[in-house]
């Protein structure tokens, strides 16, 4: 609202000035208000309208209703004042226009530039490898379980057929949380050494048949060197079913590796351990770098050790103690039997894209990670 201007009853130049002071206080602060110019338009017509604007109201309260003698010193001050206002208004759409301007300039779009590209990551090379091995189990039909990386005592060993100072417990340096020792040997807590654990929470969850592939992060206390890590990545399968025989084990991993190295490479076979399985075996394929000569032209193999095979997993059939320990959920080892098999995720990464030092998946350098994408 523009400002309504009071009577005069004192005309003396020290009462005028007080009150041209008032007023010009109520211009300022109305004209710092004024954004747009239909505000300032307001704004305008309040100060400056011919019928009964703020100059009409001081032309009528003030100069004509001042007496004779007073007239002239008025008659300055109305005419200071006006002057005044008429620089304030002029003043008010300028900034309006400035602000507007400022405002559209910002608003300017050129659509003929061209777009920014922001760059859309990829997979690792590790993960890309885990979900292809993923993706040869999803066509025979496994779906996929995962699991808590930090796990328990029982489930990590003494489930899996590891009792408390089982000699192969050695070959896992495990590492454990700090603290546990007040609580029994089965609760402790460590970062699971494999992804097999997954398999006994699945199993207590879930009924036979199971066909289950298990990827994941797994932990051991390995000094990082071209082929250690102390954190690496396993992928690890399990079918549970009447009546499976180690001929359903040889197939489905002769399929898997075919699909995953190429249809020519070829399987073997060889004995091994693992407190879980029983039989157990190691799984070699023919090396798909020398195509199973050990020789690349004059060169040695060194992927395959010129031996032409290399080894890729280890399997073998679910040991009936297993079984025991899910045997309430339906796991009975007298009526069903099973295979498991694991393998290390990054080993497999590593042989599929001919990379010799397994430090570089985890150093998280663009300009070694830009050529898997
Ligand atoms: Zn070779």
């Known amino acids: ?196 654990p997954v398999q006994i929470r699945t199993m207590e969850k879930m009924k036979p048949p199971i066909r289950i592939v298990i990827p994941g992060r797994v932990y051991r206390n390995d000094p990082p060197d071209a082929s250690h890590s102390p954190v690496f990545h396993q992928i690890e399968g399990l079918a549970v079913d009447t009546n499976i025989k180690f001929g359903d084990l040889k197939g489905t991993l002769d399929h898997a590796m075919k699909a995953l190295f190429g249809s020519n490479v070829r399987t073997s076979f060889r004995p091994s351990f693992f407190p879980f399985t029983e039989p157990s075996a190691e799984l070699l394929v023919s090396c798909f770098i020398c195509g199973g000569s050990g020789q690349r032209g004059s060169d040695p193999c060194r992927p395959c050790k010129q031996t032409g095979w290399i080894e890729i997993l280890g399997c073998g059939m679910v040991d009936p103690n297993v079984f025991q320990f899910v045997e309430h959920n339906g796991y009975d080892p007298k009526r069903v039997s099973g295979f498991a098999f694991g393998m290390g995720a990054d080993r497999v990464a590593l042989l599929k894209y001919g990379v010799d030092d397994l430090q570089l998946f985890f150093q998280g350098d663009v300009r070694f990670l830009r050529q898997f994408a």
């Open 1 to 196: 609202m523009a400002y309504t201007v009071p009577k005069l009853k004192d005309f003396s130049p020290a009462a005028l000035d007080k009150a041209a002071a008032k007023l010009l206080a109520a211009l300022e602060q109305e004209a710092a208000g004024v954004t747009n110019e239909s505000g300032w338009k307001t704004f305008r017509d309040g100060w400056m309208a011919r019928k009964s604007g703020v100059l009409t109201q001081v032309n009528d309260l003030w100069l004509k209703a001042a007496p004779k003698d007073a007239k002239r010193d008025v008659g300055q001050q109305v005419n200071e004042l006006k002057k005044r206002v008429e620089q304030t208004i002029e003043a008010a759409l300028l900034r309006a226009q400035g602000a507007a301007t400022s405002d559209l300039e910002c608003e300017r779009l050129d659509i003929t530039l061209p777009g920014i590209q922001r760059p859309i990551g990829a997979e690792h090379p590790v993960i890309k490898t885990m979900n292809e091995i993923i993706a040869v189990f999803r066509n025979l039909g496994y779906s996929v379980e995962e699991g808590p990386e930090i796990e328990t005592d029982y489930y990590n060993f003494e489930s899996l057929n590891f009792p408390p100072n089982h000699p192969a417990r050695d070959m896992q340096d495990t590492l454990f949380i700090a603290g546990q020792e007040s609580k029994p040997l089965r609760e402790r807590l460590l970062l699971r050494t494999h992804t097999s």
